[in-house]
Each structure stands twice: as structure tokens, then as C-alpha cells.
């Protein structure tokens, strides 16, 4: 049973314009929803986390919007730039687990 | 150190062979995890702990897997007998905090299974 669902699997867009990813939880015992930016080679990093007492966090060109009662929330990358390309994965947290979607895969045009 | 050092990057196995895959956290980090992440596919959690106690290994597939992190700093990830559905790449992170504030992931080591 996959927890945490990711659309969509592969996304490309255009340099200035704007990123969209979703997910979407099955617990709602989750209280915690980060993202991560995964570059080839690297580990995952932190790039913005939200509670679900919130419904949305900004942090420079990326934002969080949290639908608590449909369960789902994204990301949104403004301004996408071709740095920006990487694999981008949401996760849900509780106690001593963090659960990843299947990742997205994004490539911004130069 | 200055973040999450794994060794060795790349490990190639044969089949039935033992491995062990080395994680040095950050240093002063409480919490370490073991993470397993097949090509194209989201970080799955392995095991975890928190300073020398393994509090959760739910996670590891089989009892061919061992964990152990015996001075509550440098964790040892063993898989005995590797089968080809055991190449993927294995993430140690760290934190300092409550896992739910993030941790810091490593760069990985790569094991493939011939």
C-alpha cells in the first residue's frame, strides 16, 4: 500500500514559468510533510516542510499549499530555472519514519 | 564532519556474497537512519537509531540484513548472502533533532548484484 502518492512521475517546463507537483496521504496520523530535491548522484535535501496545521509555507520561488482535509498538498516552484532540474520527492513524517512518494522528475528548459 | 560521509560510494557484489556499508553522521547527531532506494524510485526506511539503540528496524526486508551502530556515532549497514533484488543505493541520514524537523541525507553507497 503506497502512503504517499506523487504526480506526476516526469514534468517539463519552461525556463520562467511554473512548477507544479502533487501529492497526496493516506494516514492522517502524518504530521509533518517535507519535501526534498535529489540531484544525480547526491542524497536528498531538504527544501521546504510544512505542518499540517498550516496551509501553505513560501520560502523564496517555492511554496507549499496544504489541503488537510483532502489529504493532499504541493509544491510549486515560481520562476523555474534550469538549476531547478532535479528529482523532487514529497514525504510524509511520523514519529521515527519519513515515507517518500515515488519522486518527480523535472526538467526545466533553458 | 561537514555532512553525512558513506563508504564505499560503489560496491559490486556477487551474488551470495556478504557486504558491509559503512555511515560517519554528522558529528554530535543523535538519530541515524538507513534508508534503501531503488533506481527511480523513493528513499523506502530501513531502520533507525538513536544513539547506540535500534529503535525501529520494521523496515528491513529480510533477516539477511543487520544494523548496528555500537558507540552511538559510526552505523554499519550488513547484508549477508546478496541477491540481485538487493542492488539499489543505500542512504544513511542523520539529525539532531526529532526526525520530523528533517535530517541530513548522505550521498549514498551504490550496490549492484551480478
Known amino acids: 500500500q503506497q502512503q504517499v502518492k506523487q504526480s506526476p512521475q516526469s514534468l517539463i517546463v519552461q525556463k520562467g514559468g511554473i512548477s507544479i507537483i502533487n501529492c497526496a496521504y493516506e494516514?492522517?496520523?502524518?504530521?509533518?510533510f517535507p519535501w526534498y530535491q535529489q540531484f544525480p548522484g547526491k542524497g536528498p535535501a531538504l527544501l521546504i516542510a510544512?505542518?499540517?496545521?498550516?496551509s501553505e509555507k513560501k520560502e523564496g520561488r517555492f511554496t507549499i499549499s496544504f489541503n488537510k482535509s483532502a489529504k493532499q498538498f504541493s509544491l510549486h516552484i515560481m520562476d523555474s530555472q534550469p538549476g531547478d532540474s532535479a528529482t523532487y520527492f514529497c514525504?510524509?513524517?511520523?514519529?521515527?519514519?519519513?515515507?517518500f512518494g515515488k519522486g518527480t522528475r523535472l526538467h526545466i528548459l533553458p | 564532519g561537514a555532512g553525512v560521509s558513506q563508504s564505499p560510494r560503489y560496491k559490486v557484489a556477487k551474488r551470495g556474497q556478504d557486504v558491509a556499508l559503512r555511515c560517519d553522521p554528522i558529528s554530535g547527531h543523535v538519530s541515524l537512519f538507513w534508508y534503501q532506494q531503488a533506481l527511480g524510485q523513493g528513499p523506502e526506511f530501513l531502520t533507525y537509531f538513536q544513539n547506540e539503540a535500534q529503535l525501529d528496524k520494521s523496515g528491513l526486508p529480510s533477516d539477511r540484513f543487520f544494523a548496528e551502530r555500537p558507540e552511538g556515532s559510526v552505523s554499519t549497514l550488513k547484508i549477508q548472502r546478496t541477491q540481485q533484488e538487493d542492488s539499489a543505493v543505500y542512504l544513511c541520514?542523520?539529525?539532531?533533532?526529532?526526525?520530523?524537523?528533517?535530517?541530513?541525507f548522505g550521498s549514498g553507497t551504490r550496490l549492484t548484484v551480478v
Open positions: 514525504a510524509a513524517a511520523r514519529d521515527d519514519k519519513i515515507i
Open positions: 494516514n492522517t496520523a502524518f504530521d509533518y
Open positions: 541520514a542523520s539529525s539532531s533533532l526529532r526526525v520530523t524537523y528533517g535530517y541530513t
Open positions: 510544512i505542518r499540517p496545521d498550516v
